[in-house]
């Protein structure tokens, strides 16, 4: 079973750039899709990018053309770019993957777009 761990999260400002990064331990790494979620205290936790193992990207529409998930099979890696931040883009943010019925999850990292 894979494990996930995220790191790259933050303070910025608004209207700057930031990456996350998703690293995977476990074999089998290829089949597995991979997700960014996040989560406001008190709010369900959302999908942002979801990319599936054949490369198939999907955003949700208030992130669509800001940020980009991409990943390095080669390194177990999966990565968010997130570009152009706003204050309601401040969230806990988690890496999943899913393979067959089996859905990991990392422990997060906290982004926060503020003056």
């Known amino acids: 079973q894979v494990q996930l761990v995220e790191s790259g999260g933050g303070l910025v400002q608004p209207g700057e750039t930031l990456t996350l990064s998703c690293a995977a331990s476990?074999?089998?790494?290829?089949?597995?899709?991979m997700a960014w979620y996040r989560q406001v205290p008190g709010q369900q936790r959302e999908l942002v990018a979801r990319?599936?193992?054949?490369?198939?990207?999907v955003y949700r529409p208030s992130v669509k053309g800001r940020f980009t998930i991409s990943r390095d099979d080669a390194k177990n890696m999966v990565y968010l770019y997130m570009n152009i931040l706003k204050p309601e883009d401040t969230a806990v943010y988690y890496c999943q993957a899913v393979q067959g019925g089996s859905i990991t999850w990392g422990q997060g990292t906290q982004v926060t777009v503020s003056s």
């Open positions: 990319m599936l193992h054949h490369g198939e990207t």
């Open positions: 476990g074999s089998r790494f290829t089949l597995y899709a």
